[in-house]
């Protein structure tokens, strides 16, 4: 219930609903929540639980509504490309088929680095598209650069030069 109360007051949020950079008119639903997945091998009793449970990435499920008409001006000014059905519909797809994660906000909560997993346009006339959505977390794993490597290119060595060991000798 308390959800319900909450989204008739998303028109007048400082931040509205939206999927990447494109604003819902509303969302009909929204189903948040975490899964794991739990070790089946026995845990000694007593021992420092660390890695029987891995979270797996963050699903969120989301109905929501997208029109040419904007309900209120504050959205007239802010995103006015959406001034047509084809447009919004473009950029949809656009979204989904970029490589790049983007940010979901909804009522509950701000989800980053989101992407598609699959999407489903409700036919519900010309001027609104309902777009039934799963998206899921994307992990982006930082990685950093082999410091020998940069040594080598800075003293001009080649990759068949053995620097590792003095001891080898090429034959």
Request: glycine share 4%; charged share 20%; net charge negative.
């Amino acid at each position: 219930m308390a959800s319900a109360n909450l989204n008739k007051f998303a028109l007048f949020a400082a931040r509205r609903p939206s999927i990447g950079n494109i604003i819902t008119n509303c969302t009909l639903s929204e189903t948040h929540g975490e899964d794991y997945d739990i070790s089946d091998a026995p845990i000694e009793d007593g021992s420092h639980l660390t890695d029987n449970r891995i979270k797996r990435p963050t699903v969120l499920e989301m109905v929501g509504v997208f029109s040419p008409y904007p309900d209120n001006i504050i959205d007239q000014v802010r995103d006015g490309a959406n001034a047509d059905t084809k447009a919004t519909w473009a950029r949809i797809l656009a979204l989904a088929n970029s490589s790049e994660p983007f940010d979901v906000y909804t009522v509950l909560r701000l989800y980053k680095g989101m992407q598609f997993s699959s999407f489903r346009h409700t036919e519900q006339g010309e001027n609104v598209i309902i777009l039934n959505a799963i998206l899921r977390h994307i992990e982006v794993a930082k990685t950093q650069s082999d410091l020998h490597l940069a040594d080598d290119i800075k003293n001009n060595l080649s990759a068949a030069e053995d620097v590792g060991n003095p001891a080898t000798s090429p034959a």
